[in-house]
Nanobody
């Protein structure tokens, strides 16, 4: 089992920045890809950014050039640096990890609100 604890969400003005963190604990040796998703009420959860165990990254088109995903394996933590935030980035952001390619674990979510 893997436990994920997210932090760093909050309220920020448009154009501002936030950095989300997701710390993993438990059976961390099995963690492979680490991802950030986001969800707004009434819509499907969408993939924002992903980073593989080899540090390959990919991003949703809507955040390319503004968001950066990174991971610190020594701290078992994945980060999402969000710059040039827009009101449409407002959502609950969820951390997700793939475990041994067998199943995914999710964090509890952290609210990000961007005011115009």
């Amino acid at each position: 089992q893997v436990q994920l604890v997210e932090s760093g969400g909050g309220l920020v003005q448009a154009g501002g920045s936030l950095r989300l963190s997701c710390a993993a604990s438990g059976s961390i040796a099995g963690i492979r890809d680490m991802k950030w998703y986001r969800q707004v009420p009434g819509k499907q959860r969408e993939l924002v950014a992903a980073i593989s165990s080899g540090d390959s990254t990919n991003y949703a088109d809507s955040v390319k050039g503004r968001f950066t995903i990174s991971r610190d394996n020594a701290k078992n933590t994945v980060y999402l640096q969000m710059n040039s935030l827009k009101p449409e980035d407002t959502a609950v952001y969820y951390c997700n990890v793939n475990w041994y390619g067998l199943r995914d674990f999710w964090g509890q979510g952290t609210q990000v609100t961007v005011s115009s």
